[in-house]
């Protein structure tokens, strides 16, 4: 087990998820904790260093959040962020300026004086600002150890006492030396040893669930996607039968993805695994329902009611897992305390609460390509660990308009191309999702002697690193032109396909 362990305290900045992540990529355990914690509830976790992170308020306004002096106390090392700049320059006696304008952007930072933080960095270096209140001069016993054209006090360290700050972001890609000064702070400043890995992150969780969940039982709604199926088999690990997975197969899903998972599952794991054939039940919920919304929720609605009624057979669980991401959690207000709220398009939103289950999502502070690295940690198939990433509403939001069973093979058989074709030319692992969209409308073509008028596909490949922006896949047109040529020659009924060229935001990823 590893041995050091970073807290991460989140004043709400919008990446304090990515602080906790360089953190892990320089190979330390991290976690990331509301700032609601008290000093003593994080003096019971154990921490080997803590970082405050940056956040949208002004040090001192109303409702503001603060930091529990306990904090400093108890003789961590820590680095403050933006904010958690701010926070230890007001805690111990420094002095702030409000400002109502914020600077944003890259600025060149001047070391000031020797800082373990800059240890084998060359300055001046690009960093990347993002903060309205400034800190105009350091609490008695620190510092100054970096300063801007802008900010006298950009920087600033007690290395007595191992309390660091910097107002500028070192998590931000844009800052070229970031990740050198978090690795400074964790091995140099806080003495850390890197012994973490994604082999540990997989064994801590399986510890830690068996202590949790004990000999009760777990229900888990399996998708079939990467996420679900790790959390599928770490748990199946802490608790063997006591794991009960349900597949619910919606008929919506990609062309034999469903017996591919469940086939493989239940060839290499002993797991109890129930698939439901429920594609009758979905396709009658969906017809004539043409509003994306109302799609989802009939969807929605109809996977609690089967998933309910097949839980019902099974021993009584307390447990509900899924294979919620870091990126699905959307922080409510942080600073407010660790609620959380799912996105309404989850698959699984209501049935925790009305089923009356605790939720387990031990994957819950990862990215995506983190969980890939663990998977294939616990040796999960290239086919599973690479998989994109798929819509819990699966082809019902890429039928555009009605959804009917004839327009579902259609579609199947379309993407089913897209699916082989990617893969063939070695471009499927380099994008982030691909995917095809059967449009509600038909144009004319010719084709032999004749006219024809048939339906319209959208091919939508897109770039990301979370789903929450992406931008168009630069895919060679060699490529898509196989793929337009044989899903034309291929699927009857399509006459058209169209490349979708547009970036998240504005556009979204899934058409509907
Ligand atoms: P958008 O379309 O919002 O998609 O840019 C972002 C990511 O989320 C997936 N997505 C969904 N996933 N239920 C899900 O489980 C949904 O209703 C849903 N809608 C979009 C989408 O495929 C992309 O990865």
Redesign the pocket.
Known sequence: MPQSKVIVIDYGSQVTQLIARRVREAGVYSEIHSCAATADEVAAMEPSAIILSGGPASVGENDAPTLDPGLLALNIPVLGICYGMQLLAESLGGELERSSTREYGPAELRFDSQCLLWDGIAGPTRVWMSHGDRVLAPPPGFAVTGSTATLNVAAMADERRRIYAVQFHPEAHHTTSGQDMLRNFLFRAAGLAPDWSMASFAERIIGEMKERIGNKHVVCAL?GGVDSTVVAVLLHRAIGKNLHCIFVDNGLLRLKEADEVAEYLREHFDLNLTVVQAQEIFLSRLAKVEDPEQK?KA?GRAFIEIFEEEAKKLPHADFLAQGTLY??VIESTSHKGPSAVI?????VGGLPEKMRLTLIEPLRELFKDEVRKVAEEIGLPDFIVWR??????GLA?RVLGEVTKERLDVLRSADSIVQRELRESGWYRRV??G?AVLLPLRTVGVMGDGRTYEHVVALRIVD?VD??T?DWSRVPPDVIARISTRIINEVSGVNRVVYDVSS?PP??????
């Open positions: 998708s989802r969807i990126p699905d996105k309404s398009h989850h698959n994109h990433p798929f819509p819990g509403p939001i982030w999702q995917f990301s789903a929450m992406a998240k556009s979204t990823i899934e058409w509907e």
